[in-house]
């Protein structure tokens, strides 16, 4: 098992910016990708931004150039920077941790952290 812990969330103007930061404990030796997704109210839950072992990093198109993703030191922490927040922005974040475990591949999630953006 994989445990996630949030947070950095809360309530910022539009153009402001903010840090979520993530940390992984438990069976973490086969994570092999990082990264976080969100969900708006009656929307599906979409990939954010994402960290591979090897720093690899993909971003949905409607957040390149404003939000960052990067792991920490010791590698079981990912941080999202969020620049230039906007209104749509809003929704809870939850942080995500894939994992290999023979053929099979399996997802992780923390509890979720609120972002809303006010305008």
């Known amino acids: 098992q994989v445990q996630l812990v949030e947070s950095g969330g809360g309530l910022v103007q539009a153009g402001g910016s903010l840090r979520l930061s993530c940390a992984a404990s438990g069976n973490i030796f086969s994570v092999f990708a990082m990264g976080w997704y969100r969900q708006a109210p009656g929307e599906q839950r979409e990939l954010v931004a994402l960290?591979?072992?090897?720093?690899?990093?993909n971003y949905a198109d409607s957040v390149k150039g404003r939000f960052t993703i990067s792991r920490g030191n010791a590698k079981n922490t990912v941080y999202l920077q969020m620049n230039s927040l906007k209104p749509e922005d809003t929704a809870v974040y939850y942080c995500n941790a894939k994992r290999h475990m023979g053929s099979l591949e399996f997802d992780y999630w923390g509890q979720g952290t609120q972002l809303t953006v006010s305008s």
């Open positions: 960290i591979t072992r090897d720093d690899s990093t």
